[in-house]
C-alpha cells in the first residue's frame, strides 16, 4: 500500500523555467512533509519541509505547495538549473515529530541546458 | 566526522551467507534510522534508535533482519541467511533530535547484491 505517491517517473524542463513535481497521498493523518533530492551514488539530502498548518512554504528557488484537502503538494523549482538534475523524493510523518518517514518512490527530473 | 559514513559501499554476497553493514553517524546526532531503497521503490523504513531508548524495530521485514548501536555511535545492521529480494540500497540517516523537523543526514548508503 503506497501512501505516498509520486507518479511522474520522470520530468524534463528546459533551463530557467520552471520545475513542478508532484505528489499524492492517502493518509490523512500525515501533518509533515518534505522533499528530499538525491544525485546518483549519493544520500538523499533535505530540500525543503512543511507543515500540515501551512499551505506554502518557499526557500530561495523552491517552494512547496501543500493541499490538504486533496491530498496533494507539489514542489516549485524555479528558475531551474542544471544543477537540479537529479530524484526527488517527497516524504511524509504524522504525529509532528515523529520518527519515521514515509517515502514516494521519486521523480527523476533533467534539466536540459 | 562531517557526515553520515557508511561501509561497504558495495557489497556483492551469496545467496544463504550473512551481511553486517556499518554506520558512523554524525557525532552528537542522538537519532539514528535505517532505510532501503529496492528497485524502483521509494525509501523503506527499517529501524530506528534514539539514545538508550529500545529501538522501534516495526518495519524490519523478516527476523532475519537485526540491528544494533552502540551508545550514541556506531550502529550495525545484520542480514542472516540472504535472499535475493535483500538486494537494495541500504541508507543509514542521523539527526540532532528525534523527529524530520530536525532533517536527517543520510549516508551514502551500501548498496547490497544478493546473487
Known amino acids: 500500500d503506497q501512501q505516498v505517491k509520486q507518479n511522474s517517473p520522470s520530468l524534463s524542463v528546459q533551463e530557467g523555467r520552471i520545475s513542478i513535481l508532484n505528489c499524492d497521498y492517502t493518509n490523512s493523518m500525515f501533518d509533515y512533509f518534505l522533499w528530499y533530492k538525491k544525485y546518483p551514488a549519493e544520500g538523499p539530502t533535505f530540500l525543503i519541509s512543511i507543515s500540515s498548518i501551512k499551505d506554502k512554504n518557499e526557500d530561495g528557488r523552491f517552494t512547496v505547495f501543500l493541499n490538504k484537502s486533496a491530498k496533494h503538494l507539489s514542489l516549485h523549482i524555479v528558475p531551474s538549473q542544471p544543477g537540479d538534475s537529479a530524484v526527488y523524493f517527497c516524504a511524509a510523518s504524522y504525529n509532528f515529530g515523529n520518527e519515521k518517514l514515509t517515502f514516494g518512490t521519486g521523480t527523476r527530473l533533467t534539466i536540459i541546458p | 566526522g562531517a557526515g553520515v559514513s557508511q561501509s561497504p559501499s558495495n557489497k556483492v554476497t551469496e545467496k544463504g551467507k550473512d551481511v553486517e553493514l556499518r554506520c558512523d553517524p554524525i557525532s552528537g546526532h542522538t537519532a539514528l534510522y535505517w532505510y532501503r531503497q529496492r528497485l524502483g521503490q521509494g525509501l523503506e523504513f527499517l529501524i530506528y534508535f534514539q539514545g538508550n531508548s529500545a529501538p522501534d524495530k516495526s518495519g524490519l521485514p523478516s527476523d532475519r533482519f537485526s540491528a544494533e548501536r552502540t551508545g550514541e555511535s556506531v550502529s550495525t545492521l545484520t542480514i542472516q541467511r540472504t535472499q535475493q529480494e535483500d538486494s537494495a540500497v541500504y541508507l543509514c540517516?542521523?539527526?540532532?533530535?528525534?523527529?524530520?523537523?530536525?532533517?536527517?543526514?543520510f549516508g551514502s548508503g551500501t548498496r547490497l547484491t544478493v546473487v
Open positions: 540517516a542521523s539527526s540532532l533530535a528525534p523527529g524530520p523537523n530536525y532533517g536527517y543526514t
